[in-house]
């Protein structure tokens, strides 16, 4: 890595080294995060996700909600006690923990045992507490920390969080003729980008074995997708590849669903036209923000058959790209949506950037109401 892109990454990056705005971030992540499965809701009704993929895409929205929760506890006393740690966000293009953040959580993780037997118990650090506050008049800040660390490792002991990497899983869906139909799903904190991204492939399998107990193909299939879980990578690039490696998995659809940016005026350095609309909304704390989700969507168009070798042939999924925008984005469509609070809204709609003109609105209204806009 060059002098130049470290520099710009650590341009990027910020520490939230003080406590009420490490407070305010998650609070603001907090509140954001409840609106997550209520958008997958709305496009079920929508008709643009199966019942099936609302509950695989719920369980990685509730794990990124789990995990700020896990991370909430790790920096509750940032700027409150000695030695507690800091988190760094990813202040440009992303608003969202740098990956870095959950490849140290996941070696937590794998150490939670240990740390919890030789930490106190909640309830003796609760009585030393108020023991202090009490006998000794005194801010008990130290068991705050110590407290908070071990809410965190006990997040972590619990699981169902989102980590750096989460392996490739197989729904069983049906039989689709002769072969099996599979949703594949997997997802990943892309560092480069530093947003969580869910990936969903609708997989045909005519190999002689069920895919997910077969030793051959499975471990394989996993460690490649994972190693291709790179948002600079086109969707047909990824899919292509598949079909190419695995001769019996036919990757029928293949949908990026990257969660993110978030932007705030109190957080991140945003540009473009959503820069203005939140700094002429002026919004109060807490509806300061516009989330953006992106789903990039590529469909198998139909089955060619190739030469493969000099007796044999396969077939060859041959994909639909869209015509206008698709040899460029790889995809058979691309859609972005972004969820905003009333007041940024209502700037957006005045200002009518042609920027976000074509882009869906969900908006948050009275009541935390989420409000799906055209």
């Not at 293009?93 to 919890?116: I, N, R, T, W, Y």
Request: aromatic residues 8%; neutral net charge.
């Amino acid at each position: 890595m060059g002098d130049e892109v470290k520099e710009a990454l650590v341009r990027d990056h910020a520490e939230l080294y003080d406590p009420g705005i490490a407070a305010r971030y998650f609070a603001k992540f907090g509140r954001i995060g409840g609106y997550f499965p209520r958008i997958a809701a709305e496009l079920e009704t929508e008709g643009r996700l199966s019942r099936t993929e609302t509950k695989v895409l719920g369980a990685y929205l509730g794990g990124i909600i789990a995990t700020f929760r896990a991370l909430n506890h790790k920096y509750l006393m940032t700027g409150k006690a000695e030695a507690a740690p800091r988190l760094t966000i990813d202040r440009h293009e992303s608003g969202f923990p740098v990956a870095q953040e959950l490849m140290v959580m996941a070696l937590d993780a794998s150490q939670a045992d240990k740390h919890l037997a030789g930490m106190a118990s909640e309830a003796e650090l609760k009585d030393r507490m108020v023991r202090t506050i009490v006998g000794e008049l005194k801010i008990p800040a130290g068991l705050q920390y110590a407290l908070s660390q071990r809410l965190y490792f006990e997040a972590l002991k619990a699981g169902g969080l989102f980590w750096a990497r989460n392996d490739a899983d197989a729904q069983w869906i049906g039989k689709a003729g002769e072969r099996r139909h599979y949703l594949v799903h997997w997802a990943v904190w892309d560092g480069q980008v530093n947003l969580p991204v869910v990936y969903l492939m609708d997989l045909e399998d005519s190999g002689s074995k069920p895919l997910p107990n077969d030793d051959y193909r499975w471990p394989p299939l996993q460690q490649k997708v994972l190693a291709q879980s790179v948002g600079g990578l086109k969707l047909l690039t990824i899919a292509t590849g598949f079909d190419a490696d695995f001769e019996d998995l036919h990757p029928k659809r293949l949908r990026r669903i990257t969660l993110g940016p978030m932007y705030s005026a109190s957080f991140t350095l945003q540009s473009g036209p959503i820069s203005k609309v939140l700094e002429d909304a002026k919004a109060p704390e807490g509806q300061d923000w516009a989330l953006v989700w992106t789903v990039e969507d590529l469909v198998s168009d139909r089955e060619e058959a190739v030469k493969d070798g000099w007796f044999s042939s396969r077939v060859k999924q041959i994909y639909k790209l869209d015509p206008v925008a698709g040899a460029d984005s790889g995809t058979t469509s691309l859609e972005r949506m972004i969820v905003l609070p009333e007041r940024p809204y209502q700037v957006l709609v005045e200002q009518n950037p042609a920027g976000l003109r074509r882009i869906r609105k969900f908006v948050v209204g009275a009541g935390g109401r989420l409000i799906p806009g055209v």
